[in-house]
């Protein structure tokens, strides 16, 4: 029976597909696709787990005869006896055999699949005891992925070598229909693993609209519906699915009326999409003669070619803290980041490149993060995050400023710091520039020039501009951070969702403000965060002065299209009407 679930949309376009469901985070286990030639191995590592925990179980029961007369003894053996009997189920075993053989998921990815295929199962049975057993389920599933991942439990086995670390780079497997991704949340690391992926969409329980993995999402030009709320349990395996990532719906076994209807929608889409890429090496030109620059947002140096081939003008954002993240606390040393700014100011064949440095902390958690005692109820958007953790990490932060200073000698980099709030900050963050350039000067390496800028996405950085302009070079609104703490809401929570509203008047004034000052002192500014790239904002950003916009390539288009079509003469007098209402919104909808 066909029936919709409502979240945000977050990324445009129709996706159809099979549904994909990613175990909850509590199991805790890598998703990643295994070639054809290692499917076998992938079926030996789930035999050698389970025969593992059999004898495991075995030596359990074994043991309880030594442990003397005890009534709870028989119920503890029969427990286990089913604990056997779910191990050696042909249900278990053949479905896991299927998901490795015919979609070639890793073996904890395939195991925990039909894990929630069987357990649906007991939760649909009418016998209370029967569906108690999921629980038991549970628990035998839970020892086998503690047995791959080689964690130790009180009476395990050792894992066989090679069981855990396996590598998680995502390899497209055969598949013959198209596939869709449904999952409680995913992690900004997460989504870049899916980046090279089969996946024509997904779908998340939780996040907000600009919450980084929404981000990501749009950096993967792929439908993306978050805050579904409970998607991930409504949803079965396997199930037919339409992503509408214009309206925020998710259609779960549709009819073949809708997958009609939705099927013509997504080849509108498509038509749409190829009429925009005639404008690519049209310049950006509003009506008036007014030369905009557009730029792009990336996250790894491999992204640049996306952005080229989109148009942009430059590099507005390479988000660096996605070289630091999903790597088991071990961090990129220098000659590695230097390798990846270098790949990617030589991707941009001499157009500039703005390095921001690691912003780490709050949705962008990395696993090496500093954790102090109790901090476990803190918020991690008011802690230590971006600036403040590369303050805090004098060594780590230098390594990454040798880095970017190394790049600069092989094409025009400008140096990006974020969250800044303090002079003190400022100045901390300068001199330890100048040292990293001393360091480099000491060893003899070569090193080039960059410009210096500062991220404003702290109310208290855009009230206090003028400090700023006397230090930087030029300044990037960050508007999603800048949002967020404007009107105090936590922008990846789905229950405040309604509140992250980027025509707030307080955000507005914020916004002209910061504009109006760095032209009048002949500095440049640029807006970088999802406000760039929203196509229902470009009148209005255009209005207040702004010619400087960053964002993901698959919206530079779209972006590009709305400038073609404005007079910045008329739209700086409407602008100005729209700073002065007491709801922008209504007149940003006229």
Known sequence: MSFTVHGLAVSRGIAIG??????????DVAHYFVKADQVDAEILRLRHARNAVIEEIERVQGSLGELGSNDAHPELSALLDVHLMLLQDEQLTSGVKHWITHRHYNAEWALTTQLEVIARQFDEMEDPYLRERKADLEQVVERMLRYMRGVASPVAAPAPAGAAGKGETLFDPTVDVPLVLIAHDLSPADMLQFKQSVFAGFVTDVGGKTSHTAIVARSMDIPAVVGARSASHLINQDDWVIIDGDAGVVVVDPSPILLAEYGFKQRQGEVERERLSRLKNTPAVTLD???????????????AVGALKAGAVGV????????????????????????AYRRAVEGMQGLPVTVRTVDVGADKPLDRSPVRAGEDHLNPALGLRAIRWSLADPAMFLAQLRAILRAAAFGPINLLVPMLAHASEIRQTLALVDKAR???????QVHGPVRLGAMIEVPAAALTIPLFLRYFDFLSIGTNDLIQYTLAIDRADEAVSHLYDPVHPAVLHLLASTISQCRAQGKGVSVCGEMAGDVTMTRLLLGLGLRSFSMHPSQILAVKQQILRCDTTKLATWAQTVLAAEDPAALMAD
Do not use: Y
């Open 18 to 27: 099979r549904a994909v469901i990613v175990a909850s985070s509590r199991m």
């Open 289 to 303: 003669g007014q030369k905009i620059e557009l730029l792009a947002n990336i996250e790894q140096p491999e992204d």
């Open 316 to 339: 507005g954002l390479f988000r660096t803290e996605f070289l630091f993240m999903g790597r088991n606390g071990q961090l990129p040393d220098e000659e590695e980041q230097f390798s």
């Open 438 to 444: 001393a360091q480099l000067d000491a060893r003899g």
